[in-house]
């Protein structure tokens, strides 16, 4: 079992930052980011593979969010600058607890995912 535990939300100005955090309890072998803005589905943001340490984004977020984990006993991470409206949605942490030779990008991808945390960009 894996427990998964976000912080980090909140409010902040166009073109401010944020950084997110997921917190996880059991073995990983890939770990990322998914966010759903009211009315429509979940989609993909970033993610990594722990196994060759391959970090996939989604086009939208390239060269304004970055995700990380320093090591193993370290939150994965997901800092977002340069926000825009269009990024208000609630976030979600996801983890998949067995081997995976690529970087999942989509739901089905995952088999754990944490409660959501709401990230709020206002103009």
């Known amino acids: 079992q894996v427990q998964l535990v976000e912080s980090g939300g909140g409010l902040v100005q166009v073109g401010g930052s944020l950084r997110l955090s997921c917190a996880a309890s059991g073995r990983t072998f890939a770990m990322g980011w998914f966010r759903q803005a009211p009315g429509k589905e979940r989609e993909f943001v970033a993610a990594?593979?722990?196994?060759?340490?391959?970090?996939s984004y989604t086009d939208s977020v390239k060269g304004r969010f970055t995700v990380s984990r320093d090591n193993a006993k370290n939150p994965l991470s997901l800092q977002m600058n340069s926000l825009k409206p269009e990024d208000t949605a609630v976030y979600y942490c996801?983890?998949?607890?067995?081997?995976?030779?690529?970087?999942?990008?989509?739901?089905?991808?995952?088999?754990?995912w944490g409660q959501g945390t709401q990230v709020t960009v206002s103009s």
């Open positions: 996801a983890a998949r607890s067995n081997y995976i030779g690529f970087v999942p990008t989509t739901t089905t991808g995952y088999n754990y």
């Open positions: 990594i593979n722990w196994i060759d340490g391959r970090i």
